[in-house]
Each structure stands twice: as structure tokens, then as C-alpha cells.
């Protein structure tokens, strides 16, 4: 009895082609995704890297003592629970609203805003 081989009725020659081509996609698609990843991985690098960089800058403002006002909104509750806006500007928000909340008149909030900070500054 003779050994018959296993794919005696198949012809891999007619299929080469085939084959070849299906090797040349598969390397164009590896090197797609590749750069792909690549891409990927250098923008999430780069967008570490910036927080990085400002988080040092504002840990070394902070250790050489440099400060900046108070910014952000601010709003006077009355004890009627009316709500006033505080007028700041922009600028020593939360000084401004404590020279407006303690002050009857409306007059000069700017330099009693700059007067307080500079005593809180300075005590």
C-alpha cells in the first residue's frame, strides 16, 4: 500500500498570488497601525509633557513667593436672601466682596478692596 500525501488534490501554486498580495496588505496594515500608535503615543506625551510643565511653573511661582488675587465669582447673600453680585472687575474678586458685603456706600470699592489686601498681605 502506498502513502498518499495528505493534499494530494490541492494546487498551492495557483493560489501564489493570492497569497503575495495578502502578505503586502497585511505589511501596509501592520505599518498603518503602527503609526497609528505612534501618533497616539507622542500627542498623549506631549499633553503630559504641558501639564507637567505647568504644574512645575506653578509649584516654582508658589515656592518663590509670587501670588496672584483672588479671581473667581463671588455673590453677597443678605440676610433676606436677596443676592447681590460683587462688582470686581476682574480683579481681587474676593476682597471686593468683602469691602462690598461690610460697606454702606458703593464708593471707592477699588482702592478699600486694594487697601484690605495689601493689610491681609502685609499681617
Do not use: W
Request: net charge positive; glycine share 4%.
Amino acid at each position: 500500500m502506498k502513502s498518499r500525501p495528505i493534499m494530494s488534490g490541492c494546487k498551492l501554486d495557483s493560489h501564489r498570488p493570492y497569497v503575495f498580495f495578502l502578505y503586502i496588505f497585511l505589511v501596509f496594515l501592520s505599518e498603518l497601525i503602527f503609526k497609528f500608535f505612534i501618533n497616539v503615543f507622542f500627542c498623549v506625551s506631549n499633553v503630559l509633557c504641558v501639564c507637567a510643565f505647568v504644574i512645575l511653573r506653578t509649584v516654582t511661582e508658589r515656592l518663590a513667593g509670587e501670588t496672584r488675587p483672588y479671581s473667581g465669582h463671588f455673590e453677597i447673600l443678605r440676610s433676606d436672601g436677596s443676592v447681590i453680585p460683587v462688582n470686581s472687575e476682574g480683579q481681587n474678586c474676593l476682597y471686593h466682596a468683602v469691602v462690598q458685603a461690610t460697606s454702606q456706600s458703593p464708593a471707592d470699592l477699588k482702592q478699600r478692596a486694594e487697601k484690605l489686601r495689601n493689610e491681609v498681605k502685609t499681617s
